[in-house]
């Protein structure tokens, strides 16, 4: 099932904690983009079949990345894109739009997800592996 992209917002506002409806917006952009440029074939195609239109497409057509980032390197591409971001907020506005694009999608889906993307990814969906804490 789809969200709606009002639905989707106020979820990523609350979970970021976002003064304005803009701010959750402008990080799940920013997000989304990043994270479909890692993203290939069905998997990409059926997260973003649960995702609002807007950020579907947002998802559906990223920039090509030239390698995966590590869940590191996300999180410092994330705080360049996102102005006035540091790392540590980056990593804050990465896990509101991943956990709750994570709920959108739903497990079976997350976990299809993740297979695509490099280890450490889970933590940023808010979905720690069993038996892998640090």
């Known amino acids: 099932m789809t969200l709606r992209w009002e639905t989707f917002l106020a979820e990523v506002q ?4 976002y003064d304005t409806p803009q701010d959750a ?3 799940a952009r920013v997000i ?7 993203l290939v074939g069905d998997v990409r ?3 973003a079949a649960r995702l609002p239109e807007t950020l579907a497409l947002i998802l559906l057509n990223p920039l090509q990345a030239a390698e995966p ?3 590191e390197r996300f999180v410092r591409a994330t705080a360049a894109w996102i102005e006035g971001a ?3 907020s980056a990593l804050w506005d990465i ?6 694009t994570a709920d959108a999608a ?3 889906l997350t976990e299809h997800v993740l297979l695509q993307l490099p280890p450490g990814y889970d933590l940023l969906f808010g979905r720690p592996a069993p038996g892998r804490r640090p």
């Open 14 to 17: 609350e979970r970021g904690e």
């Open 25 to 27: 917006e402008r990080a």
């Open 32 to 38: 989304l983009a990043l994270l479909g440029a890692h």
């Open 45 to 47: 195609a059926h997260l």
């Open 69 to 71: 980032l590590s869940p």
């Open 86 to 88: 540091t790392e540590q």
């Open 95 to 100: 896990g509101a739009v991943l956990s709750t």
């Open 106 to 108: 739903g497990d079976d």
